[in-house]
């Protein structure tokens, strides 16, 4: 198989849970005040579940899920005591839904499940 664009899907497929819920999660921290600092548990999800898609990209031939490696790599700055998103600002803003949008178009896409009959 050649790589494409989203990759190679089921013939007739149903969205990723997974990819949903962290699509939703990350679209509302997006409205969380994180002045208090960001939580290092929401760095880790974001990072680890950010890699998790690129390896399931890579493994469906997805050009899309390359674009998880730069995305994912700011929620590093958090845990080496950078903190671009204390503050509710673009960078923050931008970042988390941007993230919530890959999450999204994956879930849909390269991660999608086979539709079960009923």
Do not use: C
Not at 56 to 74: T, W
């Amino acid at each position: 198989m050649k790589w494409t664009l989203f990759g190679k899907r089921p013939t007739n497929p149903a969205p990723s849970w997974t990819g949903a819920v962290l699509a939703f999660i990350f679209a509302s921290q997006t409205f969380i005040d994180s002045s208090a600092g960001y939580p290092q548990y929401m760095s880790f999800l974001a990072f680890g579940t950010g890699f998790w898609f690129l390896y399931q990209g890579i493994r469906a031939k997805a050009l899309f899920a390359f674009l998880f490696l730069p995305v994912a790599s700011l929620w590093l700055l958090p845990l080496l005591a950078i903190d671009p998103f204390s503050k509710m600002n673009a960078i923050t803003f931008t970042a988390h839904s941007l993230l919530a949008l890959l999450f999204g178009v994956a879930a849909y896409t390269y991660t999608a499940r086979e539709r079960v009959q009923k």
